[in-house]
């Protein structure tokens, strides 16, 4: 055995960690390299299924898949710690309960919630971050029914859930409430019209940059379903029990307040001494980082610019999903002595769910709205488990439900 082998690491199993992890499984012999997969649980989730945990449509553990079982042990070595910070220098990365060294490293942390400062947002509102934090969301809606249920003087505006962030996850996740809040008014007993459904977004319209017939679509339909959208709206501060919005200081209060508007790269990056933009770091056409040869940093840690456009391209699970191939495709060439290959996006359109048997959006150029983009949707959702783990974890976690 070739004691010399180098070691690659990759830190965080997100869509680009797995991902990338299982493409160098499939380039490397065993003789040939040594990897290594880093990540803070022993389960890899899907984020684009948080908004569905968090509104309570589905359960936990469909969005959650074991890492080992579709990540060979015996051929990846799984570190189950958080990470701390990397020493570029010395080629290592600190860990709470250990340290590890690397010959190449690929920087997959993923996201964290970016408040942009708005005022008691990070002491008062809950974030769709994980697994944890999005059932916490949903049990805690749910003990609001429980509690005015049991209790003839509650205030009825604990029942209203006020989604801070007009984009993407919020409107996805206001749809998922349009579906469950008209059963929990049922379950306990409460008037639907009690329990409102509001989204505050600064900007416009809700979807910035989206096609405007598109969030027209996703208006009308989550508004007939009794969602309500404040939008040109800016959020001053987040209280305990209310959103501050506007020049006038209006407040609109809330039993449960969620933060959607945005997300920033893992503190980790900034630990490290890599050079922040907005919480990520700019890579390289070949996702290397800036001056280093050896380290890769890709998904929700990276901004990969569109050089057609000048500006990076959207971060989004489809792009983590192929930043994976390129930086396995270039981890070999690397250690093969082979020319790099840059990054190219295949932007195969993006459909945002509006609740079980609603969506719209564009794939391959072309509009979809209704039941044909939700179709599509689960289509997309279930490509990446099968991706993932073929045919055995997409009958385990696939979206086989019905209309």
Known sequence: MNANKPRIVVLGAGYAGMMTTKRLTQKFGAEEAEIVLVNKHNYHYQTTWLHEVAAGTINPNQARVMIKDVINPNRVRLIYDSVVKVNKEEKQVVLENSELSYDYLV??????????????MEENAFFIQDIDSCRYIYEHIEYQFAKYNNDPEADEDSLNILVGGGGFTGVEFVGELAEKIPELCKKYDVERSKARIINVEAAPSIMPGFDKELVAYAKSSLQSRGVEFREGAAI?????DAFIVGDDNEEIKAGTIVWTGGVKGSPVLAESGFEITKGKVTVDGDLRAPGEEDIFIIGDCAWVMNEAEGRPFPPTAQAAIQHADTCANNLYALLNNQPLEKFVFDDKGTVASLGITDAMGTVFDRKLYGKTAAAMKKVVDNRYVFMLGGPKLFLKKGKIRPF
């Open 107 to 120: 920087i997959s942390l993923g996201f964290e919630t970016n408040t942009f400062g708005i005022k008691g």
């Open 236 to 240: 001053k501060e987040c209280t305990e």
